[in-house]
């Protein structure tokens, strides 16, 4: 589904991302992991088009993305959350996610009817997915970090994706939020039969959840592989010693 | 049109380095208050102007003293530099917190405050202070004249730049400066005193821009409206410098300088156009200036 | 008919039987807040809803009126045309400018917009020929069956009531829904699929329609127009208009509008010195009533909504 060939970025001489390559199949469930600095969020933003490479190709569903910009290829079938919570602070939850479903059905150029009407099932179904079906009218800045993250889940579920990216999805959760939203990812994956990627810190969701994990360090892809693989690596234990994960 | 004569291009020229060095003056501290508090001050050119009127209200006050300008100059450009201080102490600082368009209309609700206060205490008349006697005459340049004064100001300019470049590398708070231009957060968790470092900063740019008025009194009518008019071309020079670097403001004055001096005689329905067309083509086609840093996504 | 719109209607009915008060000063009033609300609601598009901050309004509010004049004036247009073609010719050079400025963000655009703003008055200052420069154009006249106060302010109104219909419309439409988000989180309505840019060069372009229409009727009103209409205070007064009223709320910019010209009315019967009172309620407002008039009431409860 996602091919990513000798992609290469610098920023000012500092290379962040080294020649990667690497595959993501159909409904697999793959993460990146790495130590900070290694280049994640810089490969995130270079396969969502946020940010332009300098080297190399990205292949999305047997098209060619790598000059595309983010809302071509959001169109495409991606989906993405972010490493900072990125919500519509000021609008309610369920504004929020209507948007969403909005610009999805390609409703976003109507300049004449009321916007409250549309879409109001279609979002409810999305609320009730990620479990914020009770704070539909709350205002979205307002709401606690664990359910904005949740949100955002429900944002980038509007648009129907193929292939979801999530960036550092439990980042800063206690370890019942973190047990909480992984149960409703893996769900919400199987259930809709997408392909996920993502990025995490946490050790435990990494090899409780991923068929698949890949190992970044200063740019560049040193292991990849299953999770028993992966663990057994010498190279990976090399760069995680005295991490104390 | 035919070549104009050597001697009348050169007055020119330093005419037009000595409203630069007026220009660096303002937007020096306008840039290094930029730079680090991310404030664009719209007041500045208040404070130049307050300045020039504090200057000819200690000259009123200083009469027959010896070295009555000078000292004039200094208590004026001191005053404008406690004002600012008081500003962003208690004023300022409440609004870092808030969306950035908040400080940019406080700074204009003081553009507006300030300019009727100065007409309220001297009136809309053009008021003028003489020369210091130091520096009344004129020097002959080829077969013209041109006034000392403004040789003054075109060595002092070089001369405070230097000073500043002193103190931005070679001292401890300099070093801060320069920190907080790259980091701020860093800089608080670092232990500094990240408020008191953004007072001290508007404190040095509202000096700065008080000893501009201080200074320019002598050689321009200090009148209601010079506000407004510094306030646009030091806009002008620190877009073309690059908003916060310190060298492409005193570049940014040198060009802006010589191409209004110049731009006046050559095609004066046109210079007014083209210096904002230059400032609308410079944020165009490369928005950090010439000596600013590529802005990052 | 929700509560709201009930009291939209009886405000058009008051502001419709306003003439019969058979005072010139209440005609003049209600013509010069009805024109600068339209104003300064056609700034609110791009910085209440679209989170655009922009300081260079003023050129599109001087464009339109200009162009109005000049059509009518030199090409001896008539006034119908004139004004269409006035708030056309504002949207082009919305376009334009817009094209250039969404480039950017934040300080670097704000910066780009004053200085598009002051090439345009720099242009039509140093112009003398076409239109007088510094002197400005004066005597222009109310146009044929629109000869007196009362006439224009009855057209002024219906102008003004079908743009804010207009407007009002397109803001509560999905459309409008879209330049609230890309107001909240521009990155984030990026990757819903939304093309930003054009969605905020079209908003850019819909606030200069509006302006020109709010300048074309000014430059009648006030039977002079001069470069000052173009100046940056003057984008600086619409924008203060704008969040003294509340720039959160579509009439808000108008009940700033309507506040500021009053207030500025009855100050400058006792003193000169209006930029000082001007300075203060900004400040004060800064400080104390983020929300504007309207953003303090709605807090108050007295006009509870859903948000937007």
Redesign the interface.
């Known amino acids: 589904m996602l091919t990513v060939e000798k992609v290469k970025k610098s920023f000012d001489g500092f290379v962040a991302v080294n020649g990667v390559s690497f595959r993501v199949h159909q409904g697999e469930i793959c993460s990146i992991i790495g130590p900070n600095g290694a280049g994640k969020t810089t490969l995130f933003n270079l396969i969502t088009g946020?940010?332009p490479a300098d080297e190399g190709k990205l292949t999305f569903k047997g098209m060619d993305i790598t000059h595309l910009r983010p809302y071509q290829i959001c169109r495409l079938g991606m989906g993405r959350s972010f490493q900072r919570t990125n919500i519509f602070p000021r609008l309610t939850v369920f504004q929020n996610i209507q948007a969403a479903v909005l610009a999805h059905r390609g409703k976003s150029f109507n300049f004449y009817q009321p916007v409250e009407s549309f879409f109001q099932e279609e979002t409810q179904v999305l609320l009730k997915m990620v479990g914020l079906q009770d704070y539909a009218e709350t205002i979205s800045g307002s709401l606690s970090y664990g359910f904005q993250k949740q949100l955002e889940l429900g944002i980038s579920l509007a648009s129907e994706p193929e292939l979801l990216l999530l960036d550092e999805p439990t980042a800063g959760m206690s370890a019942q939020e973190t047990h909480h939203t992984i149960e409703l990812i893996g769900r919400i994956t199987r259930e809709k039969g997408l392909t996920l990627l993502f990025t995490e810190h946490d050790m435990e969701v990494v090899f409780s959840i991923s068929e698949r994990i890949m190992v970044l360090h200063q740019g560049r892809l040193i292991a990849e592989g299953s999770p028993e693989e992966v663990r057994n690596n010498p190279d990976v234990k090399k760069v995680y010693l005295g991490e104390g994960r | 049109m035919h070549l104009p004569d050597p001697s009348f291009l050169l007055i020119q020229c330093l005419s037009g380095l000595t409203f630069a060095m007026f220009l660096f003056l303002i937007a020096s501290g306008l840039s290094l208050i930029?730079g680090i508090l991310r404030v664009?001050n719209f007041a500045h050119g208040s404070l130049y102007m307050l300045g020039a009127y504090l200057t000819y209200f200690f000259v009123s006050r200083f009469v027959d003293t010896p070295g009555q300008f000078w000292w004039a100059a200094i208590f004026g450009s001191l005053s404008v530099a406690l004002l600012g201080g008081v500003i962003e102490r208690f004023?300022l600082r409440?609004?870092y917190i808030?969306e950035?368009?908040?400080q940019?209309?406080?700074t204009?609700?003081?553009?507006?405050?300030i300019?009727?206060?100065a007409?309220?205490v001297w009136g809309t008349g053009q008021l003028s202070v003489s020369r210091p006697p130091l520096l009344k005459g004129a020097v002959p340049i080829l077969d013209q004249y041109f006034p000392e004064y403004n040789i003054f100001i075109i060595l002092l300019g070089p001369g405070i730049a230097l000073l500043f470049w002193f103190v931005l590398h070679r001292t401890r708070w300099g070093r801060f400066i320069r920190a907080a231009a790259l980091d701020r957060e860093m800089l608080g968790s670092l232990g500094v005193n990240v408020n008191r470092l953004f007072t001290v900063v508007f404190t040095i740019g509202a000096w700065l821009a008080g000893l501009g008025g201080a200074l320019v009194s002598p050689t321009a009518a200090i009148v209601p409206g010079m506000d407004?008019e510094i306030i646009?071309n030091a806009?002008i020079v620190v877009?073309i410098g690059g908003?916060g670097s310190f060298w492409g403001t005193l570049l940014g004055s040198l060009v802006l300088g010589q191409v209004i001096s110049f731009g006046i005689l050559v095609l004066p329905?046109?210079s007014?156009?083209f210096i904002?067309?230059l400032?609308?083509a410079v944020?165009?086609l490369r928005?950090w200036g010439l000596l600013g840093k590529p802005?990052q996504? | 008919m929700s509560k709201e719109n009930w009291f939209l209607i009886v405000i058009i009915m008051l502001l419709a039987l306003l003439p019969l008060s058979e005072s010139r000063f209440y005609i003049f009033l209600g013509t010069d807040i009805l024109i600068m609300g339209l104003f300064a609601v056609s700034l609110n598009l791009l910085l209440g809803y679209t989170g655009l901050?922009s300081f260079g309004q003023a050129a599109y509010f001087g464009v339109g009126a200009y162009t109005c004049t000049l059509l009518m004036k030199k090409a001896s247009i008539a006034f119908p045309l004139a004004f269409i073609g006035a708030a056309i010719f504002g949207a082009i050079i919305a376009f334009i400018i817009g094209f250039?400025c969404i480039?950017?963000t934040?300080?670097?655009f704000?910066?780009?917009t004053?200085?598009?703003s002051?090439?345009i008055w720099?242009?039509v200052?140093?112009w003398n020929s076409l239109t007088g420069g510094d002197n400005g154009i004066i005597g222009i006249p109310f146009p044929q069956h629109l000869d007196s106060p009362t006439r224009f302010y009855y057209f002024t109104l219906v102008i003004v009531v079908c743009s804010f219909y207009i407007l009002r419309k397109a803001m509560d439409s999905p459309f409008g829904r879209m330049l609230t988000t890309i107001r909240e989180n521009p990155e984030r309505t990026e990757f819903i699929g939304i093309n930003v840019k054009l969605f905020q060069l079209f908003a850019f372009m819909l606030s200069g329609f509006f302006a020109a229409i709010a300048g074309a009727l000014f430059g009648i009103f006030n039977h002079s127009i001069f470069p000052d209409l173009l100046f940056?205070?003057q984008s600086?007064e619409v924008?203060?208009m704008a969040?003294l009223g509340g720039m959160y709320s579509f009439f808000g910019p108008l009940v700033g509008a309507a506040v500021m010209l009053y207030l500025r009315m009855l100050v400058t019967s006792y003193t000169q010195?209006w930029?000082?009172i001007?300075?203060?309620i900004?400040?004060l407002l800064?400080?104390f009533f983020?929300g504007g008039i309207v953003g303090f009431l709605k807090s108050q409860r007295i006009f509870a909504r859903g948000n937007r």
């Open positions: 946020h940010l | 930029f664009l004023f409440q609004l808030r950035e368009l908040n940019l209309l406080f204009y609700a003081l553009v507006l405050l300019s009727d206060f007409k309220i407004v646009i806009f877009v908003l329905r046109l007014m156009v904002y067309i400032m609308a944020l165009i928005p802005l996504r | 901050v250039f480039r950017l934040k300080i670097y704000a910066m780009l004053l200085a598009f002051q090439i720099a242009i200052f140093k940056w205070p600086a924008l203060i969040i010195y930029p000082l001007m300075g203060s900004l400040a800064l400080f983020p």
